[in-house]
Nanobody, 124 residues
Framework: QVQLVESGGGLVQAGGSLRLSCAAS????????MGWFRQAPGKEREFVAA????????YYVDSVKGRFTISRDNAKGTVYLQMNSLKPEDTAVYYC?????????????????WGQGTQVTVSS
């Protein structure tokens, strides 16, 4: 069984930064690609970023490229999402998830375990 717990969300002004963390339980963390997704009010959940099991490869949705950075510390069992230059349209609940495969993907059904989410609100 894998448990994922996100933290680090909050309220920030436009242009500010936040770092989200996702702590994972289970021995398979270091073998799994991980991803971040988000869901804004009234919208479907969307892919944000993914990182390979070893951390050497990353993949981002175009809207966050150059502003967000995904990283991981396998020794700590944690994946991070550093968010800079935040915009009001980044407001959403952010979820981390574990990929079922090794290839980086933004397809939600390729992820089998999900956290409960953390709220990020960016004021204008």
């Amino acid at each position: 069984q894998v448990q994922l717990v996100e933290s680090g969300g909050g309220l920030v002004q436009a242009g500010g930064s936040l770092r989200l963390s996702c702590a994972a339980s289970g021995r398979t963390f270091s073998y799994s690609a991980m991803g971040w997704f988000r869901q804004a009010p009234g919208k479907e959940r969307e892919f944000v970023a993914a990182i390979s099991s070893g951390g050497s490869n990353t993949y981002y949705v175009d809207s966050v490229k150059g502003r967000f950075t995904i990283s991981r510390d396998n020794a700590k069992g944690t994946v991070y999402l550093q968010m800079n230059s935040l915009k009001p349209e980044d407001t959403a609940v952010y979820y981390c998830a574990r990929s079922t495969g090794r290839l980086l993907t933004g397809v939600q059904h390729e992820y089998d375990y999900w956290g409960q989410g953390t709220q990020v609100t960016v004021s204008s």
